[in-house]
């Protein structure tokens, strides 16, 4: 209905593309919060061990040397329970009550705008030429912001747009009919169908939680780090941090390993979660630029819908600045290239981080797969050597145990390394070969040695979360260095620093 300014799409950067696919089985996915939750609910309702209970508040927690003990009231009775365990995670979102009580603080710059949400149903996708789209942004300077694709039938949309407290302006003033007319000053047409289905509002903020533990108590998701949405990176970052706590928890819990290896999930998350806040921060910034703000104002646009000069030169400026936020939303290498580097609980092997190996300059777009310690282990296909044709992703291995992978004719040695091993943790064994060999696991596509950097002999070892932890270029008989026994002993926390003597400082690409 106005002047396209421009537009970024995947296929415009078949690079990227051809990275991702080589680099997992499962390329990003946009999904609203609407859709995604009731997937994770139908999942936690129907795991073995897990109780849902909805309506239910946590009005107090407690903890001493032995345990957690929350009390909880069930909102639709009224009646107090009581729930005793031995460690909390807390995850109550951005207003956390927890964290205060604890003393806990959010570090960080101040706020940097306030957005309006504006949930709505129209069909957007007659007004433009592109389908299947999953952000109109608008730069139109009485609507600038961002329609965001809620999925299901492509009918349904958030609309985040900017509001301004130090004009005036409250949330309460945002009625039905005030929002249906900023939508449609955004659409540039009065035309259109437009239902307007709930509005709410939130502070554009990136900060995060000055310690992650705190005795049994420890935090994550928007109780540990308030992330700006541009880019997408609160939620993911979440998501890792309950992979990374998950089979500590449970290697403490069993006994496997001693309660400090818990201290790690600070040292390995906190610099992880301050460089996608950062970034965040980066692209809420950058996008001004293009006048499609959400946050603060855009500047000079006051032109941009007229046909003047000015109108002209403002258009021309927003299209170079849209070009230039491609690691806005191509971010390959800061979504899986993130590393625990520097971990008291991963062994270095003197190798480099792959953006210097390579000499990148941008490791946020391109990720190169590397098993480096402290690296997610890259991907590749796999089959058993009972069902060669069956191939299955090799990340699939990694579930609730250690993994050792093996290639070439010391397999056996290192499986009676393994096992003269004392203490530890479980740990499956894997020989990976090449089609046709007697090998347990099949190289199919013959791409397993390269990004795992193991030539003849060498071994690599996988924690539960599918991060390496240890790797071994030769043989356990020509291996120098920390062995495979020790390397265990450390990925357990049974060999940790003493306290202060090693901060982890790394994490980020």
């Known amino acids: 209905c106005g002047y396209k300014l421009g537009a970024l799409s995947a296929v415009d950067f078949p690079d990227h593309l051809e990275r991702v696919m080589r680099s997992t089985t499962s390329p990003g996915c946009v999904s609203s919060q609407i859709v995604l939750e009731a997937i994770l609910k139908l999942h936690a309702e129907h795991a073995p061990h897990t109780t849902v209970l909805f309506n239910h508040e946590k009005t107090a927690i407690e903890q001493d040397g032995r345990g957690v003990r929350a009390t909880v009231i069930d909102r639709n009775t009224g009646e107090q329970l009581t729930v005793d365990a031995a460690y909390a995670i807390v995850c109550e979102g951005v207003r956390s009550s927890t964290r205060e009580a604890l003393g806990r603080k959010l570090v960080g710059p101040p706020p940097m705008g306030h957005v309006i949400n504006i949930y709505l149903e129209a069909d957007l996708e007659s007004l433009v ?7 109109f942004w608008t730069a139109t300077p009485e ?6 694709a809620l999925g299901g039938d492509r009918r349904r949309y958030c609309f985040n747009t900017p509001y301004f407290p130090d004009d005036g302006e409250r949330v309460e003033d945002f009625t039905d009919e005030r929002c249906l007319e900023r ?6 047409t009065d035309e259109l169908p437009v239902k307007i ?7 554009l903020c990136g900060q995060v939680i000055d310690r992650y533990r705190q005795g049994r108590i420890f935090f994550g998701g928007d109780t540990a780090h308030l992330n700006i949405p541009t880019g997408g990176f609160g939620f993911n970052t979440g998501m890792q941090e309950t992979h990374n706590l998950a089979w500590k928890l449970a290697a403490v819990l069993r006994g496997l390993a001693p309660d400090s290896l818990l201290d790690t999930y600070h040292g390995e998350r906190r610099p992880i979660a301050v460089f996608n806040v950062e970034k965040s921060r980066e692209n809420a910034v950058n996008i001004r630029a293009t006048g499609a703000t959400f946050g603060g104002r855009a500047p000079d646009t006051d032109e941009i819908d007229l046909d003047t000069p000015r109108g002209r030169a403002q258009r021309e400026e927003k299209s170079q600045a849209i070009a230039r936020q491609k690691t806005h939303f191509l971010f390959l290498g800061q979504e899986i290239g993130y590393g625990y580097w520097d971990s008291p609980i991963v062994v270095r092997d003197g190798t480099r981080h792959y953006a210097e190996e390579h000499g990148l300059d941008n490791p946020v777009y391109v990720y190169v797969p590397n098993a480096r310690p402290g690296a997610r282990a890259p991907h590749c296909w796999v089959a058993r050597a009972s069902e060669p044709e069956a191939r299955f992703p090799i990340h699939d291995l990694f579930t609730i145990e250690f993994v050792l992978l093996t290639y070439g004719e010391s397999g056996a040695a290192w499986g009676r390394e ?7 943790a479980p740990v499956r064994h894997y020989r990976v070969g090449p089609p046709g060999s007697a090998a347990d696991l099949l190289d199919v596509d013959t791409a397993w040695q390269d990004p795992y950097g193991i030539k003849e002999n060498g071994a690599v070892l996988v924690r539960p979360d599918g991060h390496v932890c240890w790797r071994a270029f030769g043989g356990p008989d020509t291996h120098s260095g920390v062995g495979l026994g020790d390397a265990l002993e450390i990925a357990v926390g049974r060999r940790l620093p003493a306290p202060g003597a090693h901060e982890s400082t790394g994490g980020h690409v």
């Open 197 to 203: 289905l709930a509005i709410g509002s939130w502070v």
């Open 143 to 148: 609507a600038p912001g961002a329609f965001i």
């Open 129 to 135: 030429d592109e389908r299947d789209q999953a952000l």
């Open 183 to 188: 939508v449609r000053a955004a659409l540039g």
């Open 418 to 424: 393994l096992g003269a091993r004392n203490g530890g």
